[in-house]
């Protein structure tokens, strides 16, 4: 094979990567605007739609460390391509699903099918890439094509809804999944761990209790607060289940997670800068959908499209990051992209009712430079910091942290925002008691209990849902900007001193990680 072949096939693995991260990206960001007409149209209970909104994510964050390793040990090319095709299959069973039930069950599928392909495509190109210089590219590429999905998804979303049913935006899935096996079968090569052991079975379910009870319990404050048992009891086991995952892992010869990786800061920092970017920006997304929609009115398609731009600078970002990490290495670039969410953020907490896109925008656009920066120097970082053999594992780790940091996100932001809303909404006099309670739940309940009050005390109760809810995201981006740039510096100190370019790790004959040179 000559080495111009040898190219080809390298970087046209990197676009087939790129491409199984946008359907991902897309998937995600479709259901939310799915669901008015969903529920239209199937009726689910109110504990039934709750399962179709979650189900996904948690078989998905339960499963990414199990998924990573068992790529590392029968081929991340096998995966990637099951996976694949469970995916396409599981889209098609979401499109057409007739009941809750079976929505529900193909939800859940579709997350076990995401698992596979999640930390498949970021091991594949640590595998294919063995230049430093060309992995800190490929890694930031397909860092902006991630960014990208999740920014033209509601978009696309927003176009097929307003031509066809809710089923649509999964069914586009189908020929997305198709376009990748073809395309994988005739371009990735195969990579996986020779001197792998079977996985460790007593691991695979403490370590999905673990994810899974932490994500539930996260879940569960957000939406109910802290008073229910079950936050407590699902929290208490899922910190049980890791505690006991952890132990085992240390007396494993070949654990589903090396522990001892933390004790490198390349790898600690990355991972906890990955957290808090996270944290942030799905904390930002989900404030601003409903500030596009309720607050100014937009519809979902005008909400989507206005939201596109910050993917674009994201995408943007995570190009140049790799040119940043050569000039002003990898601690700088990562906290340069802190600093400017963080930026973003407090410019966030200016807006009012009728603030103009003009000023929203630039906000927008530092915000998503810094999350791509972020991103895509992280993700290199953390790959950089394992051998080649368990790039399958760290990457399920690295994602299982992106998964954890985004609910303690929506869960911490958005309770600001919610407990500061219904404290602080005036209702207008002599509503009745079920509407004032709809009201006071959410903006969203508001705006629907405004419909059924009369012309004068409707738009009264709109009005002042609208300010309060504007003034508790004052709030809300205040202290995340402020939470940024305190972990800004705190990534800076954990991040200093790893070099620009970190030495390969191999794994000796025994299959112990050993460095090149000390990573710091």
């Known amino acids: 094979m000559t080495s111009s072949v040898t190219n080809a096939r390298k970087w046209g693995t990197l676009v087939i990567s790129c491409l199984a991260m946008l359907l991902l990206a897309l998937d995600l960001t479709v259901l939310h605007l799915a669901i008015p007409k969903l529920v239209e149209d199937m009726g689910p209970s109110a504990t039934q739609l709750l399962w179709i909104l979650d189900i996904y994510g948690f078989a998905l964050a339960g499963l990414l460390i199990t998924m990573g390793n068992l790529g590392d040990r029968i081929g991340r090319r096998r995966l990637l391509l099951i996976g694949t095709a469970a995916f396409g299959a599981a889209s098609a069973l979401t499109a057409y699903a007739p009941t809750p039930e079976l929505l529900i069950a193909a939800r859940a599928l579709l997350g076990v099918a995401g698992a596979t392909i999640m930390p498949s495509t970021l091991s594949i190109i640590r595998n294919v890439f063995t230049d430093q210089k060309e992995r800190t590219a490929a890694v930031g590429i397909w860092s902006s094509i991630s960014a990208l999905g999740f920014a033209i998804g509601p978009v696309v979303g927003g176009l097929l809804l307003n031509n066809f049913w809710w089923g649509s935006v999964f069914l586009v899935n189908v020929p997305i999944t198709i376009a990748l096996l073809v395309g994988g079968w005739l371009l990735l090569p195969e990579s996986s761990n020779p001197k792998s052991r079977p996985i460790d079975l007593v691991s695979v379910p403490l370590s999905f209790a673990g994810v899974i009870g932490l994500v539930y319990a996260i879940k569960e404050a957000a939406h109910h607060g802290l008073g229910q048992r079950s936050v407590w009891i699902s929290a208490a086991i899922g910190l049980a289940a890791l505690v006991l995952f952890v132990r085992r892992q240390t007396r494993l010869a ?154 303690l996100g929506i869960a911490v932001l958005g309770s600001v925002i919610g407990g500061l809303y219904s404290q602080n909404l005036t209702l207008p006099a002599g509503l009745p008691a079920t509407v004032a309670d709809a009201a006071r739940e959410s903006l969203g309940g508001a705006v629907h209990a405004a419909t059924v009050l009369s012309d004068e005390v409707g738009p009264a109760l709109v009005d002042a849902a609208r300010r309060t809810y504007v003034d508790a995201m004052h709030v809300s981006m205040l202290t995340g900007a402020a939470l940024l740039a305190v972990l800004a510096f705190a990534v800076l100190y954990a991040l200093r001193g790893v070099p620009k370019v970190i030495p390969e790790i191999v794994l000796d004959d025994e299959g112990r990680a050993q460095e090149t040179v000390p990573v710091p």
């Open 254 to 407: 070949e654990p589903l997670i090396d522990v001892r990786l933390f004790r490198h800061r390349a790898f600690t920092g990355a991972i906890g800068a990955n957290v808090v970017i996270i944290f942030a920006t799905l904390a930002m997304s989900v404030a601003f959908a409903q500030y596009f929609q309720l607050v100014l009115g937009w519809s979902p398609l005008l909400s989507g499209l206005a939201g596109t731009p910050g993917g674009v600078a994201a995408a943007i970002g995570g190009g140049l990051a790799g040119l940043l990490v050569g000039a002003i290495g990898r601690a700088r670039v990562v906290t340069l992209g802190l600093l400017l969410t963080a930026v973003g953020m407090f410019l966030y907490s200016r807006i009012g009712l009728d603030t103009s896109y003009l000023f929203i925008l630039p906000a927008m656009m530092i915000s998503g430079v810094g999350m791509g920066f972020t991103f895509a120097v992280t993700n290199d970082t953390i790959l950089a910091s394992v051998p080649r053999e368990r790039a399958g594992a760290a990457s399920a780790l690295a994602e299982t942290a992106t998964e954890i940091g985004g609910s």
